[in-house]
């Protein structure tokens, strides 16, 4: 089976403009979470979703905002970009059933705001 | 909160080798699981090991184990026979119990493996 895809790979972006995220999970799996991850630090939570409900939030300004589609396939948008927002962005999806507490990343989108 | 705390920015080992990598976290949640992830220099995150904290026993999938002491909130990685591919950033992870719930990271930790 493939595993989590995030499209695209990289994307560079002006202050001010918005930005569409997008990520495929891996078939069957129901939830998706998304996380930054600022250069040298670990993965900050932004959203999960389930069954296309928002679940979680993270502690980020309403700039992000998120959605999950009927194929459980999931895009993250954020308007008005800052030079802060430059990150890496992953995608994780988590299955259903004994498994349902562990999280499997896709590669990630490369995020430059200049 | 939760908080994850990995103390070892940078850690190196020999090739064949064993190295342990340190991690403690903070909660007040009887229920919860610990994570080991790895991100090498291609940036995908990919699952290493994980422990549910009802369970006593420790972990262990190949050359990787944990260290697991509930009470002083330790969670600390065990890579023997060290190979020059287990380069990476290691992440400590914890996440509460329940169905849905997100993932708190540490800071990570670089391990560079050296021939």
């Known amino acids: 089976d493939a595993g989590v895809t995030q499209s695209p790979t990289h994307l560079i972006k002006t202050r001010g403009q918005q930005v569409t995220l997008r990520c495929s999970p891996i078939?069957?799996?129901?939830?998706v979470s998304w996380y930054q991850q600022v250069l040298g630090q670990g993965p900050q939570f932004i959203f999960q979703?389930?069954?296309?409900?928002?679940?979680g939030r993270g502690n980020f300004p309403d700039r992000f905002s998120a959605r999950q589609f009927p194929n459980y396939s999931s895009e993250l948008n954020v308007n008005a970009l800052l030079l802060g927002d430059s990150a890496l962005y992953l995608c994780?999806?988590?299955?259903?059933?004994?498994?349902?507490?562990?999280?499997?990343f896709g590669p990630g989108t490369r995020l430059t705001v200049t | 909160a939760q908080t994850v705390t990995q103390s070892q920015p940078e850690m190196s080992v020999q090739e064949a080798e064993t190295v342990t990598l340190s991690c403690t976290y903070d909660?007040?949640?009887?229920?919860?699981?610990l994570f080991w992830y790895k991100q090498p220099p291609s940036r995908q995150m990919i699952l290493v090991i994980r422990?549910?904290?009802?369970?006593?026993q420790n972990a262990t999938e190949n050359r990787f184990s944990v260290n697991f002491q509930k009470a002083a909130k330790s969670f600390s990685l065990k890579i023997s026979d060290s190979q020059l591919g287990d380069t990476a950033m290691y992440f400590c992870?914890?996440?509460?119990?329940?169905?849905?719930?997100?993932?708190?990271f540490g800071k990570g930790t670089k391990l560079s493996v050296k021939p």
């Open positions: 994780a999806s988590t299955p259903f059933g004994p498994r349902a507490y562990e999280q499997y």
């Open positions: 992870a914890f996440r509460v119990g329940g169905s849905q719930g997100n993932l708190i």
């Open positions: 078939s069957g799996h129901k939830s």
């Open positions: 909660t007040s949640e009887n229920n919860y699981y």
């Open positions: 422990q549910e904290a009802y369970k006593q």
């Open positions: 979703y389930y069954e296309k409900e928002e679940r």
